[in-house]
């Protein structure tokens, strides 16, 4: 393909949600020219003033510096930001299917349509959100079909393993840079996108299309199976009298297993671990892989276990009934330092006692906003002591560092009853029983 290769190349970044509008900023930061789009107005006249509409860690003051210094603009005109750029980056939303487990593909399918429909120039265009193996042979198709002939118009997938509340590290100074299905042409370009973070030392993974879509569901994959093994140890532990936070760390000193992720409780929730599961779980029944539904269905129900788990045991800790029993919930999000509440394991459970006449009282320190919009019957409290006071138990459903280092004499001055159940066995337990408080963990020795 004919083209300018000393001119700089310039990049569209197509869905500025919690993935694009990372990717946006951090191409920004490495010196590329980036136009973020997306088909939300609020959301790109919030980006244009510099404000970020979710919460994470570092991205407001880099997305304010790069519209100051002008690399960085945002717009709704997708047609004009594809036009004045060479590189098209697809990070709009892959949501489970409204009504099967499948992943709902018409964002996608009509982000790609729009961009190789509005190519002017030859165009690349990078598939980053994470989808079911085969759909991006089926969009190259489109854009072979859709895009000018006058024009060389390429599609590569590379998926994005970034995570939230750690976002803008992990798209700057990424472990490896995935890309399927790219050309000599196409694989210049991205080595050359992706030159800062090759030449820090990240591995540069070059393969076929359905290697790369399969790369990132498999590493979901693997993290949700590696949370639910631990829950299962867990429950195993709790009827032998084992101590599973004991067992995790040791078993973790071994290279082959490693000990992140291996940490027991209410288990994994958010937008991306659940909805990225069932999607190989649908996608594998559709191709005869067995093997992968079996294991991928075991991993969240399990999963699911747990959310239960944890109101048994409120229950129990309450005498068999919740009704009108004051419970503080600390944690609405669905992790610490995000204020992403999509199916968080917290907030089904503060709802689940809610629905069973509880008096739920919510903190989180970032996520009350966003809780509330789900959840707009639910109480909340703008500090933690609001929320604990007068509790008859207090609950830990998500690891906030403000939990951890809570005082639990101080706290327990406040409350009615010292019961806590700590849901993410993150508090020092001792220093807690200590205080005279009962205290509950999950498959934890010395629980009350
Ligand atoms: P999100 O819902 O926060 O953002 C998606 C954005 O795309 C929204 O702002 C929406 O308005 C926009 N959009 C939808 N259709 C559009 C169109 N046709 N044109 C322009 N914009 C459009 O989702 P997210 O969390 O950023 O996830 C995006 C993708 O990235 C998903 O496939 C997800 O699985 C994947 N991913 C997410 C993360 C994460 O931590 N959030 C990490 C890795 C991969």
Sequence with gaps: PSEDRSAPLRISVIGTGYLG????????????????????????????????PFFE???????????????????????AAVQASDVHFICVGTPQHPSSHAADLRFV??????????????????????????????????????????VHAELIWNPEFLREGLAVEDTLRPDRVVIGGASPWAE???????GTAIAAGAPFVACDLPTAELVKVSANAFLATKISFINAIAGLCEKADADVSVLADAIGYDARIGRKFLNAGLGFGGGCLPKDIRALMHRAGELGAYSAV??????????????????????SALGGSVLNARVAVLGAAFKPDTDDVRDSPALNVAAALHLRGALVTIYDPAAG???????????????????????????????????RAADPARVGALVERRAVVDARNCLP?????????????LGRLGTA
């Design 294 to 315: 079996k294991l991928m269905q075991q991993v969240d129900e399990i999963n699911m276990d747990q959310r239960q788990r944890v109101m048994d045991i409120t229950l």
């Design 109 to 150: 399918d009509a982000a790609t349509r729009a961009v190789a429909e509005s190519l002017g120039h030859d165009g690349l265009i990078v598939g980053k959100s994470t989808v079911p193996v085969g759909t991006a042979a089926r969009l190259r198709e489109m854009v072979a079909a859709t895009a000018s002939p006058a």
């Design 429 to 441: 337990a001792e220093s807690w029983q200590d205080e005279g408080w009962a205290y509950w963990g």
């Design 57 to 79: 860690p570092g991205l407001p003051e880099l997305i304010s510096r790069h519209v100051e210094t002008g690399r960085l603009s945002f717009t709704t005109d997708l047609r």
């Design 21 to 52: 509008a990372t990717h946006a900023a951090a191409m920004a930061e490495l010196g590329f020219d980036v136009i973020g789009v997306d088909t939300d107005p609020t959301k790109i006249a919030a980006l244009e003033r510099g404000e970020v």
């Design 369 to 403: 906003p966003t809780a509330k919009r789900i959840f707009p019957t639910l109480s909340y409290a703008d500090r933690m002591d609001d929320a604990v006071r007068g509790a008859d138990i207090v609950l830990v459903l998500t690891e906030w560092e403000e939990f």
């Design 188 to 194: 210049e370009r991205m080595r050359h996108v992706y």
